[in-house]
């Protein structure tokens, strides 16, 4: 049994129930995690919010990513109303117009948008969390196999990962000497909002039934499990790494 009593994690990325941070969020604070959640924008406000009274002791912050200013925001009232950090999780992506542009059709402003939310933010609040993590702490992301392998329709966002995941690496090198780790997880295929944004996503969720050697797909409480493992000390050795909670699809060749 994990036990992170008295630990402050900070989980980015709640848009609803279907959220691999609602998992993640919901292990933390099972394992005893004292929970901040954030959310985007008002629209999403009253979702996390009552998503949020069902975790004993968590408060929920609204901060938009691609804002500096909110980012300082959010990480002032951290200070104030915690004093420090634990865990990050960042649980974040977004690019626009997925269902139009090939990667070879991405416009400029498309690619920007893409990798300024789905990457810089990741250092933005890597950097916004460093001081408040003074006694070490661990911080993770969400990552997807299309940064390694074309996947059909995740067109920039396989650019955008396959950044994130080199993000991950150096940061982790960053950050090594305070005792900060830095890792992500990368997923299977789940169906989320953020999965919306993908054309014939039910394609992938098939081939992984036929072929990934567990023969189904992954539930988000499962990836929940792992980010509770990686945030955890019994992954105090463990940073740098992208580690696979895809029931095993990325070892298959044909
Ligand atoms: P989701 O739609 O529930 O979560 C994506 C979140 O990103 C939303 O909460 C959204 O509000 C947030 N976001 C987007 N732009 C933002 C901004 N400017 N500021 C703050 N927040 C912003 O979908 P999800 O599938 O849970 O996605 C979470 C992460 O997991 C993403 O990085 C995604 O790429 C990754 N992932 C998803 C899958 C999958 O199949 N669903 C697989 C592997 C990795």
């Known amino acids: 049994m994990i036990d992170l009593k008295g630990k402050v994690a900070v989980v980015f990325g709640l848009a609803n129930k279907r959220s691999i941070a609602w998992a993640i969020a919901q292990k933390l604070s099972e394992a005893g995690a004292t929970l901040a959640i954030c959310y985007q924008s008002e629209r999403l406000q009253r979702e996390a919010e009552e998503l949020a009274a069902d975790l004993p002791g968590t408060k929920t912050f609204r901060c938009d990513v691609s804002i500096d200013a909110d980012i300082d925001a959010v990480f002032e009232q951290f200070k104030n109303v915690y004093g420090k950090l634990d865990i990050l999780v960042h649980s974040i992506g977004f690019a626009p117009n997925m269902k139009i542009n090939?990667?070879?059709?991405?416009?400029?402003?498309?690619?920007?948008?893409?990798?300024?939310?789905?990457?810089?933010?990741?250092?933005?609040?890597?950097?916004?969390?460093?001081?408040?993590?003074?006694?070490?702490?661990?911080?993770?992301?969400?990552?997807?196999?299309?940064?390694?392998?074309?996947?059909?329709?995740?067109?920039?966002?396989?650019?955008?990962?396959?950044?994130?995941?080199?993000?991950?690496?150096?940061?982790?090198?960053?950050?090594?000497?305070?005792?900060?780790?830095?890792?992500?997880?990368?997923?299977?295929?789940?169906?989320?909002?953020?999965?919306?944004?993908?054309?014939?996503?039910?394609?992938?969720?098939?081939?992984?039934?036929?072929?990934?050697?567990?023969?189904?797909?992954?539930?988000?409480?499962?990836?929940?499990?792992?980010?509770?493992?990686?945030?955890?000390?019994?992954?105090?050795?463990?940073?740098?790494?992208?580690?696979?909670?895809?029931?095993?699809?990325?070892?298959?060749g044909l």
Not at 129 to 149: Q, R, W
Not at 186 to 203: E, V
């Open 102 to 252: 090939n990667v070879l059709r991405t416009p400029r402003e498309d690619f920007r948008m893409a990798h300024d939310i789905s990457v810089y933010s990741l250092i933005a609040l890597a950097r916004a969390a460093e001081p408040l993590m003074a006694e070490g702490g661990s911080i993770l992301t969400l990552t997807y196999y299309g940064a390694e392998k074309v996947f059909p329709n995740y067109n920039i966002m396989g650019v955008a990962k396959a950044g994130l995941e080199a993000a991950v690496r150096y940061l982790a090198s960053d950050l090594g000497t305070k005792k900060i780790r830095v890792n992500a997880i990368s997923a299977g295929p789940i169906k989320t909002l953020a999965a919306r944004g993908i054309s014939d996503f039910t394609t992938i969720l098939t081939a992984v039934e036929q072929r990934a050697p567990l023969h189904r797909n992954v539930d988000a409480l499962e990836v929940g499990n792992t980010a509770l493992f990686l945030s955890s000390d019994l992954a105090s050795g463990i940073t740098g790494e992208i580690t696979f909670v895809d029931c095993g699809f990325n070892i298959t």
